[in-house]
């Protein structure tokens, strides 16, 4: 009898100690915005004059202005309007987002050369990004496959 109390003044103690250590629920953070502009063909000049196109979509506040935010861009040959759902995505979420099709495809000028121009064209857009009004000076790239070369194309060269 003695040892059925025990157990169960243990067992009480142990469950007690294992409620009062359960970790509270964080604070919701703030509601993303849900509202955002659409930018299309938005020209990005690159060092040697051509021109990248891209479409950016600027993220509201719930007042309806706009915010500087980080940006997160894809450099991509798939033409830049086959990933609105992401950019949407991204946009609603608080941060700017800018599908960028690479040289010679989309609305890009000059010739597209697979591999071949991406690092200082991916050095550029991130150069021009952040110096952006609706760039809080952070830039991160987005993407697999292509866009995923691309990444580790610009990164290389240091932006």
């Not at 604070?27 to 891209?54: C, F, H």
């Not at 952070?138 to 194309?153: C, E």
Request: aromatic share 12%.
């Amino acid at each position: 009898m003695k040892q059925s109390i025990l157990v169960v003044a243990l067992y009480t103690a142990l469950v007690t100690n294992i409620i009062a250590q359960s970790p509270t629920p964080a604070p919701s953070p703030a509601k993303p915005p849900t509202d955002y502009d659409l930018q299309w063909g938005v020209k990005i000049p690159m060092r040697d004059k051509i021109e990248l196109n891209a479409t950016l979509y600027l993220p509201k506040t719930p007042d309806g202005s706009s915010s500087k935010t980080p940006v997160i861009f894809t450099l991509t040959p798939y033409i830049s309007d086959t990933y609105h759902v992401r950019g949407a995505y991204f946009a609603s979420h608080g941060y700017v987002f800018a599908l960028v099709d690479v040289r010679g495809r989309g609305n890009s000028s000059g010739e597209f050369e697979p591999f071949a121009n991406e690092p200082r064209d991916g050095h550029d857009v991130v150069e021009w990004l952040a110096k952006q009004p609706f760039c809080d000076g952070k830039v991160a790239m987005w993407g697999g496959s292509y866009a995923g070369f691309d990444q580790w194309a610009t990164a290389k060269e240091f932006p």
